[in-house]
């Protein structure tokens, strides 16, 4: 029971902060793309992409349409989380991979307890444990 509250408290919290950047991404574009020139990024064509990328992700968990797209959008939300925390550590503003070291830990939580909360298990949870 503990794992089926997990799973769905950390993939709430983790669709929450994905849409709440989209969000910030779609109103505050020159903030944004100050910020993302600032680590070092092309923000022109970047913010548009991201934005899409953003409510996808979180969409494509939640509907689990299909256990693959699922297990794709949680590899894509991992790699986009470990690449911005590592982006702002190399311009030295470790505050800045904040936000992705707490959305790592709730991605981490809503992989690994998947298999507890929905009917369809995905096949890579237990290849994750061994």
């Not at 944004?32 to 409510?55: D, H, Q």
Request: proline share 5%.
């Amino acid at each position: 029971m503990l794992e089926f509250y997990g799973y769905w408290i950390s993939t709430a919290l983790l669709s929450v902060l994905y849409l709440a950047s989209a969000y910030m991404y779609a109103t505050k574009k020159q903030w944004v793309r100050k910020a993302l020139t600032e680590l070092g990024y092309s923000a022109n064509n970047l913010v548009p992409f991201m934005i899409i990328v953003k409510v996808l992700g979180p969409v494509a968990i939640l509907s689990r349409v299909s256990v693959p797209l699922s297990d794709l959008a949680y590899a894509g939300i991992f790699f986009h989380l470990l690449l911005s925390g590592l982006a702002h550590i190399g311009v030295r503003k470790p505050v800045g991979a904040l936000p992705a070291a707490i959305g790592l830990a709730l991605l981490i939580t809503s992989f690994m307890t998947q298999n507890d909360a929905r009917d369809l298990p995905s096949p890579y949870i237990k290849a994750a444990a061994l």
